[in-house]
C-alpha cells in the first residue's frame, strides 16, 4: 500500500530564507509526483507536476525534484516570502490503480515578515 | 475560464440527516474527482468518474454515500444520514482526461455534523 509522508509538519522562516519541504513515499510505481499548495479555506493550487521520467521541474522561485528509486521528492522555495504562507501538499500518481492520487498530510510554512 | 465551482461552501446539520454538495467541473473535463479532506490531512478520494462512468469507488462508504454524474458534467455527492464523523471538507476536482493529468481543485464545501 503507497504511503505518502511529509516532513516536517509545520515549518516556521523569516522573510527572505531559502527552504526545502520534504516528502517521501513507500512504493516507486508512480505515474508522476505533483506539489498542492492550500490556502486556509480554500482548495489546492497545482505549482508542480513531475513525471515519472522526468527529475525535476522548475516554476518561478520553486523547483521540484524527484528520485524515484529512493522514493522521495523535494520542493525547494528560493528567497521566501509571506505570501508563500500556506499548507504544502505532495501527492504520487499510483501506476496500478489508474493514477489515482495519493496526498501527504502536508507542510504547513509561515514565512514571518 | 471559469474554475470547478462547488456549492454550498459551508453546510451545518444535526446527525441523521441527509446533505448533498453539487460541483461543476472545468468545461470539457472528461473526469471529476471527490475527494474528502479531514482537519491536518491530506484529501482522499472518494469516487471518481470518466465522463458519466464511476470508475473508481473503492473508498466511497456505499451503505452512506452516493453520487452520481447525469450527462458527464455536473456531479452531486450526497450522505444519507450523516454521521459526527463525517465531518470534513468535501473536494471536487477536475481533469481533461484521466488521473496521470493535473488535477484542477474547487474551494470545498466544509460540513460540520452536530
Known amino acids: 500500500k503507497q504511503e505518502v509522508t511529509q516532513i516536517p509538519a509545520a515549518l516556521s522562516v523569516p522573510e527572505g530564507e531559502n527552504l526545502v519541504l520534504n516528502c517521501s513515499f513507500t512504493d516507486s510505481a508512480i505515474y508522476n509526483l505533483q506539489w498542492f499548495r492550500q490556502d486556509p479555506g480554500k482548495g489546492l493550487t497545482s505549482l508542480l507536476l513531475i513525471q515519472s521520467s522526468q527529475r525535476e521541474q522548475t516554476s518561478g522561485r520553486l523547483n521540484a525534484s524527484l528520485d524515484k528509486s529512493s522514493g522521495r521528492s523535494t520542493l525547494y522555495i528560493a528567497a521566501s516570502q509571506p505570501g508563500d504562507s500556506a499548507t504544502y501538499l505532495c501527492?504520487?500518481?499510483?501506476?496500478?490503480?489508474?493514477?489515482?492520487?495519493?496526498f501527504g498530510q502536508g507542510t504547513e510554512l509561515s514565512v514571518k515578515p | 475560464e471559469a474554475g470547478v465551482v462547488q456549492s454550498p461552501r459551508y453546510k451545518i446539520i444535526e446527525k441523521k440527516q441527509p446533505v448533498a454538495f453539487w460541483c461543476n467541473p472545468i468545461s470539457g473535463h472528461n473526469t471529476l474527482y471527490w475527494y474528502r479532506q479531514n482537519l491536518g490531512q491530506g484529501p482522499e478520494l472518494l469516487i471518481r468518474y470518466e465522463n458519466e462512468e464511476a470508475v473508481d469507488d473503492s473508498q466511497l462508504p456505499k451503505d452512506r454515500f452516493s453520487a452520481e454524474r447525469l450527462k458527464g458534467v455536473d456531479s452531486t455527492l450526497k450522505i444519507q444520514p450523516a454521521e459526527l464523523g463525517d465531518s470534513a471538507v468535501y473536494l471536487c476536482?477536475?481533469?481533461?482526461?484521466?488521473?496521470?493529468?493535473?488535477?484542477?481543485f474547487g474551494p470545498g464545501t466544509r460540513l460540520l455534523v452536530l
Open positions: 501527492a504520487v500518481s499510483i501506476y496500478n490503480q489508474g493514477g489515482k492520487l495519493i
Open positions: 476536482a477536475s481533469s481533461l482526461q484521466g488521473s496521470r493529468e493535473t488535477q484542477y
